[in-house]
């Protein structure tokens, strides 16, 4: 699972991207790995772990993780080959969720590709190349079932049905994901990996003086997305390079407590590249490690059990569960044992946010 950058030149997206990449999420239990020039390996900062850390103090805390890939600078003509409009559109549909960032700052000495500070137009640009290239595979994927549809083919009659809309909603430039049921995007839609239906985060780069409340430009875009499928987050680029170069996290603290800020917006856009993606983690806790696994929303304890391995799942006997918020309360798995917190699941369970878990098996 990976999320992939992207907007126009100069709008802050690659100094975003390398702030991710060097960031150690404020705690130095936060490594990062950077696997490619342009990937990197970026650890899900989560409070939990560090507090489970200190109650346990096992040998190894290992975090969960999120890939993000900084892809090249789209400009006009991209879906016909501009610039690196082919690079671009190939690596993007190889992702699984966008983060679109755009330039909502004045300032005189990084000159925006077009001349004027305009977000929404900056949008437009992105959004309308992404979906020009969206309408060429449906068409050829239309195109292709119309020619071998037999008479009475139920199957090709429902996909023609779901794509016809899709097309629509393309030439509308109106992209809704939930006016299409969970059946229809995974048979239909998800196969032809369409760029303009993946979730997406907007991610506006601000001044440093309206890193808190936004502003004019903020406010646009917030407007402009009002009834989509997609979220929005306020980032100064600025700021997370001059917390880039603090050596320590006491001096990163001091940095944010001045500026009115709780954490940092690396560790707030990590985090909702994470939701974005629609994961959310489940722990294992002991003495040799404490450690974050990622799951999808809504999957099973079956699913959680063969996270870790294969024969966890094929062996399932039970889950023992704790919630997180039990664990702390009660400081220890003995103590919550003997509070009669601690829950025996079955494969159907479904797994909560921040559940601690030890799987039962028997191979």
Not at 208 to 214: A, K, L, M, P
Request: charged share 30%.
């Amino acid at each position: 699972m990976k999320v992939g950058i992207v907007g126009l030149p100069n709008v802050g997206k690659s100094t975003l991207f390398n702030c991710l990449s060097q960031s150690k999420a404020q705690s130095e239990n936060y490594p990062f790995c950077t696997i490619d020039p342009n990937v990197s390996i970026v650890n899900v900062p989560d409070l939990r772990l560090e507090k489970l850390s200190k109650l346990i103090n096992p040998e190894k805390l290992i975090p969960t993780t999120v890939k993000i890939v900084d892809i090249a600078g789209l400009v006009k003509g991209a879906s016909k080959g501009e610039g690196l409009g082919n690079k671009f559109l190939s690596n993007i549909r190889e992702t699984d969720a966008i983060i679109h960032v755009l330039r909502c700052f004045d300032d005189p000495n990084i000159v925006h590709v077009d001349g004027k500070i305009n977000p929404l137009s900056d949008k437009e640009v992105v959004e309308y190349e992404l979906i020009l290239k969206d309408l060429e595979i449906v068409d050829k994927r239309l195109d292709k079932i119309k020619k071998t549809l037999r008479s009475g083919s139920n199957e090709s009659k429902k996909e023609i049905e779901v794509l016809d809309k899709v097309r629509l909603q393309l030439e509308n430039v109106k992209i809704i994901r939930s006016d299409f049921t969970d059946d229809q995007f995974d048979d239909y839609i998800k196969p032809l990996e369409l760029i303009s239906f993946k979730p997406i985060l907007y991610v506006c780069n601000v001044g440093e003086n309206d890193v808190i409340s936004g502003n004019d430009y903020v406010d646009q875009v917030r407007k402009e997305i009002a009834n989509n499928d997609s979220e929005l987050i306020i980032i100064s680029a600025k700021i997370e390079s001059e917390i880039n170069e603090l050596d320590s996290y006491e001096e990163k603290k001091i940095f944010l407590d001045d500026l009115g800020l709780e954490e940092s917006g690396s560790n707030k856009l990590i985090r909702a590249s994470y939701k974005l993606l629609n994961l959310h983690s489940y722990f294992t806790a002991g003495v040799k490690e404490v450690r974050g696994w990622t799951i999808r929303i809504g999957d099973s304890a079956y699913d959680a059990a063969g996270q870790i391995h294969t024969d966890f799942q094929k062996g399932f006997i039970c889950a023992e569960v704790i919630s997180y918020n039990d664990y702390v309360e009660n400081g220890s798995e003995s103590k919550v044992k003997e509070a009669g917190k601690m829950r025996l699941e079955g494969k159907e369970y479904i797994v909560s946010d921040g559940d601690i878990m030890h799987f039962r098996f028997n191979i």
